[in-house]
């Protein structure tokens, strides 16, 4: 089956990154370096930095960031099936 992107998901994803190079650069200025390293490198090798910075995100940065990405993770989900 060919998995096709949606024009929508596009549109989603766009601040979705945005998110995550805003909790990763957090990371970096709250004094986790490696944290932020490992983030950026799993992300970009096998998408799981993501997962460890939306994580760590919850537990330290919260507020509208989280919020956001939340929506937009939820919204993305929603556009990926219909």
């Given at each position: 089956?060919?998995?096709?992107i ?7 994803a ?10 990763i650069?957090?990371?970096f200025q709250?004094?986790h ?42 919204a993305?989900?929603?556009a990926?099936?219909?």
């Amino acid at each position: 089956m060919e998995t096709e992107i949606n024009p929508i998901q596009l549109i989603l994803a766009i601040p979705t990154i945005v998110c995550l190079v805003l909790v990763i650069t957090n990371m970096f200025q709250n004094g986790h370096t490696g944290l932020g390293i490992a983030s950026a490198v799993l992300t970009l090798v096998c998408g799981i930095g993501s997962l460890i910075a939306f994580v760590w995100g919850w537990m330290n940065v919260g507020g509208k960031v989280m919020i956001a990405w939340t929506i937009l993770i939820i919204a993305g989900i929603i556009a990926n099936f219909l």
